[in-house]
């Protein structure tokens, strides 16, 4: 009998020793559960990253960090002790291969992108931007990007306990870089969530809240308590998504007495007001998973909130194969009851080519993961279009494979569109990686670098 693409196999999750690196050696289990001694301890530079990892870490490595955070990283670096401890997990540092498995590793390569790991040739694409989805072009207030026509995105902090290295909201999210600059907000946060709220209570048409940042677990427990004890006074809201990537990164946080006596007020008002709250995640790599992983996500569960789903990014060299996607899937939704979602296609922020995948790609990728998992729980692979929003792969209404343009339409106006009769006829593009297009496309978009031809290209934007 012919072997399966893809043979299921279950596995034990498994919390990898954290003693194995030289600077937690003495780390107690105690400390390693407390989320201040998390919040503490996270490295933010390389300084520590060569505390943590002691003579182990080569010096080629480091010096390959450096160049990248001076002249490539659009996220400054925050790691917590829970998700360094998830890279490399089987090897000490003082091992033999230690620095090459680091090189390797799918959580180091985009919590600790280093200057090898980039395009030289097009470290981004020429229609690569910050805000690359404009949505504060789309903010009908500060921080409530009004896209869809019943759905909101409140970005309520610009923090979170971790920054990864491909942040689509790079131009708001966590500290300055020497090549980026962030953008401020102007409003006071108290003010700014009151008039999100205003907004809201004046706009039934929404029904449905995305709570972001940033990460929910940045926002002090009782203001996000208050935010969306509010959110739920008004009729209208019917559906709030709270996203926390510290969930993965930071469990600790959301297994607190705090946080889960919270969640559990919050869940008791949203069951009696028929309203959903489902926490929405971001976990990328299987193993990321942990049992302390798992235990939060079903503390979120047990306080009878709706769901707890994932959203991941596919990343080239993270999760780019069937295997590593249905892998991740399979733990997501038998040892941590957590709903494989939606995985997204990399952002076309700056200098992030090395990670994007072709569409093409992401479309076999959608077929090869098809038929294992059970229908609700396949995750769709998704292509969020600037100007448009989030489309399956599949829904490409052209595809020029040659210069690496697909064209999208839609069916409801954004925000920008209110009054413009044409938004639902018009084409919108999005961009493969140059570096992957055969010869022919590559030629073309040297050639128009080198012309400085205008970005139209038969789309609108
Ligand atoms: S957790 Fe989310 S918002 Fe925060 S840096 Fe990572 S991708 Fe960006």
Redesign the pocket.
């Known amino acids: 009998m012919l072997e399966q693409p893809y043979s299921y196999q279950r596995r034990e999750l498994h919390e990898p020793d954290w003693r194995r690196f030289p600077g937690w050696s003495g780390v107690t289990e105690q400390e390693w559960a407390s989320p201040q001694w998390q919040r503490a301890h996270c490295v933010k530079n390389i300084r520590q990253l060569r505390q943590v990892l002691g003579d182990g870490l080569g010096e080629a490595f480091c010096a390959d960090l450096e160049r990248d955070q001076r002249e490539r990283a659009t ?1 400054s670096m ?1 790691i917590p002790p829970q998700m360094v401890n998830t890279m490399v997990p089987g090897l000490a540092p003082s091992s033999a291969g230690f620095t090459e498995a680091l090189y390797a590793d799918p959580v180091r390569r985009y919590m600790i992108p280093v200057f090898s790991d980039r395009r030289t040739d097009w470290p981004s694409h020429p229609e690569a931007s910050r805000d690359s989805l404009h949505e504060a072009e789309m903010w009908a207030v500060e921080g409530l990007t009004h896209r869809y026509p019943t759905k909101v995105l409140a970005e309520v902090l610009p ?6 290295g ?5 131009d708001l ?2 500290n300055p870089t020497p090549v980026v600059a962030k953008h401020k907000f102007g409003l006071a946060r108290d003010d700014r969530l009151g008039a999100m709220l205003d907004y809201l209570q004046a706009t039934p048409g929404v029904r449905d809240v995305v709570v ?4 929910v677990a940045n926002l002090p427990w009782p203001r996000l308590e208050d935010f969306v004890s509010k959110l739920m006074e008004i009729d209208s809201i019917r559906d709030i998504r709270l ?4 969930l993965m ?1 930071l469990p600790q946080y959301w297994l607190s007495d705090e946080v889960r006596a919270g969640m559990e007020r919050l869940a008791t008002t949203a069951r009696r007001r028929d309203v959903s709250i489902a926490i929405h995640t ?1 976990v990328n790599a299987a193993q990321s998973l942990t049992p302390a992983v798992a235990r939060a996500a079903k503390a979120m569960l047990d306080t009878g909130i709706r769901d707890v789903r994932n959203q991941g ?1 596919l990343m080239r060299g993270v999760n780019d194969s069937p295997a590593q996607l249905l892998d991740l899937s399979f733990a997501l939704l038998d040892e941590a009851r957590i709903m494989p979602y939606y995985f997204y296609l990399c952002d076309m922020i700056p200098n992030s080519e090395h990670w994007r995948l072709t569409l093409g790609e992401a479309q076999q990728l959608q077929h090869k993961i098809m038929g294992y998992l059970p229908g609700f729980a396949t995750p769709r692979i998704i292509c969020d279009v600037p100007y448009v929003g989030k489309r399956w792969v599949h829904q490409v209404s052209r595809y020029d494979t040659v210069r690496g343009i697909s064209y999208w339409t839609k069916n409801y106006r954004t925000g920008v569109e209110t009054n413009d009769e044409l938004a639902l006829d018009r084409e919108y593009s999005y961009y493969d990686p140059i570096y992957r297009l055969p010869a022919e496309g590559r030629d073309w978009w040297r050639s128009r670098a080198a012309q400085e031809i205008p970005a139209a290209v038969g789309a609108a934007h």
Not at 212 to 215: E, F, K, M, N, T
Not at 243 to 246: G, S
């Open positions: 996220m925050l923090t979170c306990p971790q920054y990864c491909h942040c689509t909201r790079m999210v966590g972001s940042g940033g990460d996203a926390t990537k510290a990164g971001h990014v």
